[in-house]
T-cell receptor, first 114, second 115 residues
Framework: AQSVTQLDSHVSVSEGTPVLLRCNYSSSYSPSLFWYVQHPNKGLQLLLKYTSAATLVKGINGFEAEFKKSETSFHLTKPSAHMSDAAEYFCVVPEWTGFQKLVFGTGTRLLVSP | EAQVTQNPRYLITVTGKKLTVTCSQNMNHEYMSWYRQDPGLGLRQIYYSMNVEVTDKGDVPEGYKVSRKEKRNFPLILESPSPNQTSLYFC??????????????FGPGTRLTVL
């Protein structure tokens, strides 16, 4: 079974400082991996996805993530946080169990202070 | 505008009073699913549908029903709601069932409180 573990439930940064949201995956094969973002009172939006092409994936709003097979990690980064980045972020892996479904991590809430 | 819509957005009800949360998409997507989101648990799939008249259980189907009579609509039915179904619900759709390659588009969510 596929699973993802988000290592931090909350991350606090100051505006203009780097962001690092950590995700480790467990898979018996090289998986696809996604990051979704959920702004307050909004639905989920796909931020970026890895599908076994380039290991460094660029997403929207300046976010990027690097797939590291040796570390089974897919951490999300951004060089400089903006107030509008405050949201909840989910690391997600699709899984086949007769059909394909998305398996979500427990989420990391990013807080950005002025 | 391509979108997934849900209604109502907010609902407070009482135990045992049947309710339906509607979901509609205008993208001609085949695959639709329902998730519930609870603090510390992320999103968990309730039911999914691969096409009209084809539905199946996800990870947490107890207490829920769905139907898929038309391609665009996928209502979630709670026949006898209970307080443990208080949650934030999301409907999602995608063009195909291979989610590695087909992005799932999410609705805005329905916040349900069962007293």
């Amino acid at each position: 079974a596929q699973s993802v573990t988000q290592l931090d439930s909350h991350v606090s940064v100051s505006e203009g400082t780097p962001v690092l949201l950590r995700c480790n995956y467990s898979s018996s094969y090289s998986p696809s991996l996604f990051w979704y973002v959920q702004h307050p009172n909004k639905g989920l939006q796909l931020l970026l996805k890895y599908t076994s092409a380039a290991t460094l994936v660029k997403g929207i709003n300046g976010f990027e993530a690097e797939f590291k097979k040796s570390e089974t990690s897919f951490h999300l980064t951004k060089p400089s946080a903006h107030m509008s980045d405050a949201a909840e972020y989910f690391c997600v892996v699709p899984e086949w169990t007769g059909f394909q479904k998305l398996v979500f991590g427990t989420g990391t809430r990013l807080l950005v202070s002025p | 505008e391509a979108q997934v819509t849900q209604n109502p957005r907010y609902l407070i009800t009482v135990t045992g009073k049947k309710l339906t949360v509607t979901c509609s998409q205008n993208m001609n997507h085949e695959y639709m699913s329902w998730y519930r989101q609870d603090p510390g648990l992320g999103l968990r799939q309730i039911y999914y549908s691969m096409n009209v008249e084809v539905t199946d259980k996800g990870d947490v189907p107890e207490g829920y029903k769905v139907s898929r009579k038309e391609k665009r609509n996928f209502p979630l039915i709670l026949e006898s709601p209970s307080p443990n179904q208080t949650s934030l619900y999301f409907c999602a759709s995608s063009l195909g069932r291979t989610l590695s390659y087909n992005e799932q588009f999410f609705g805005p969510g329905t916040r349900l409180t069962v007293l």
